[in-house]
């Protein structure tokens, strides 16, 4: 029977919500929390041994330290597999879980497994170093989730032969294996039912797929700072009290606009973060931290920039689509450009 | 968001704490900041060691806005 290791975060791992984020790694003697689930599904051939469980912020922001401590205990145990997550879209625990698994497979080297939401910017940075299956958006899909990673353990486990990322349903790692085709066709036959295909504007798969992340070449650079206005754009969820366009506190479809021309801050108690994905205590105490309206307002004054734009631009970045923050930079762009903006400075949690 | 602004032209600095999440969705002027629950603060801090905190990291970001660069870069700030 092999034996693994289960990495969680500190809400599953049930230190604690947002104000635990801070947590360092706490090291279980048994199981804890969904790694008892895991267990029942990868039952008889692999026995998850232990739980690792640590803060998302700590994780993220403290790596080497966190990585640190990890390793020490880890370099005590025998183990043939190790799990992180899953974490459906929580931002923060999917590059978390993306940190373990690069970090356990470099040093270890043994298969390392977890599961993410496609939305998840974890998938993007780590998907070429583990095996990310793909995941449902919340933890209701925690049994689909941990289904589909225990029975790929079990496989591996079993000896059992591995299909592609596609077949096994986790995110494609770039690896290209030659396998001969397995309906014996040869190239010439496939390439030719391809071209004709392509000639009568039907649909076809090529064989060499070529991943594309779009990339914008840099917009060229201010020339004359002291005389440009800059506008600040968010994804803080700062927004005026009563939050009067009600956006959404997480996976928002709308943005909002507020006047700031008359501010040299935003006042606490006039302003608050709305943003459900961290602990809003800090910035709802002071919303500059959020969105910098008091040190641009300064350097307005300093003349280091000419203006600083009559409005922000704000919206909820946990939990929103790619589509819908891709919707929403090409509105605010539109209005920029109608207003002259120069530049932006954006600030995002 | 920020790339679908850069995209019209507008140059873009994104501030943000995860600096690698920001590299892999492609923004190309980068200044990170102190933590995601407080971005450009930090509770800890005096008033006045918070203010040099967050205008150090903005002055950061606006010269990054006035850089010329070829590839994404990560500016660094002073405090």
């Known amino acids: 029977m092999l034996k693994a290791i289960h990495y969680i975060n500190q809400f599953f791992g049930q230190v604690g919500g947002e104000d635990a984020a801070d947590a360092k790694p706490i090291f279980h003697d048994n199981l804890v929390g969904c790694s008892m689930m895991l267990n029942q599904m990868v039952k008889p051939d692999i026995e998850v041994t232990n739980t690792i469980v640590c803060g998302d912020n700590y994780i993220t922001n403290h790596t080497d330290e966190a990585l640190k401590e990890i390793f020490a205990w880890l370099d005590t145990k025998k183990f043939d597999i190790f799990f992180a997550g ?46 990310i299956f793909k995941g449902g958006r919340k933890a209701t899909f925690m049994k689909d989730d ?19 990322a596609a077949q096994e349903g986790y995110f494609p790692r770039g690896i290209r294996a030659e396998i001969p085709q397995p309906d014996g066709r040869i190239a010439a036959d496939r390439v030719i039912d391809m071209l004709l295909k392509k000639l009568k504007g039907e649909p076809f798969q090529t064989e060499l797929i070529i991943p594309k992340m779009e990339k914008i070449p840099p ?23 009563d939050n009067p366009d009600r956006i959404q506190s997480a996976s928002a479809q709308k943005w909002g606009k507020y006047d700031i021309s008359k501010l040299d801050n935003l006042p606490e108690g006039v302003f608050k973060t709305i943003h459900a994905g961290f602990d809003p205590a800090a910035m709802c105490h002071i919303p500059d931290r959020g969105i910098p309206v008091d040190a641009m307002r300064y350097f307005e004054k ?20 790619q589509a819908f923050a891709a919707k929403f930079g090409r509105e605010i762009a539109a209005e920029l450009n109608a207003a002259k903006v120069d530049a932006v400075v954006l600030t995002a949690t | 968001m920020g790339k679908e602004i850069e995209k019209t032209g507008i140059p873009v600095v994104v501030m943000c704490n995860l600096i690698d999440v920001a590299k892999t969705v492609g923004s190309n002027r980068m200044v990170q900041t102190v933590s995601v629950p407080y971005p450009l603060g930090d509770p800890e801090l ?15 970001a606006l010269n990054a806005l006035a850089a010329d660069i070829a590839e994404p870069t990560v500016f660094p700030s002073k405090f």
């Open chain 1, 86 to 131: 899953p974490a459906f879209m929580a931002g923060r625990y999917g590059v978390g879980c993306g940190i373990m698994c690069k970090a356990v497979a470099e040093r270890y080297h043994v298969p390392v497994i977890t599961s993410m939401n496609e939305e998840n910017p974890g998938v993007e940075e780590y998907k070429s170093v583990c095996c």
């Open chain 1, 146 to 164: 941990v289904t589909a990673m225990a029975a790929f353990a079990k496989k591996i486990a079993r000896g059992e032969e591995l299909l592609p």
């Open chain 1, 219 to 241: 917009a060229p650079a201010l020339k004359d700072l002291a005389h440009a206005t800059i506008a600040l754009v968010s994804s803080s969820g700062v927004v005026p009290v």
């Open chain 1, 302 to 321: 300093q003349g280091k920039i000419g203006k600083l734009y009559d409005y922000f631009y704000v919206t909820v970045g946990t939990g929103t689509t």
């Open chain 2, 46 to 60: 005096s008033a006045e060691a918070e203010w040099q905190l967050r205008t150090s990291r903005v002055e950061a």
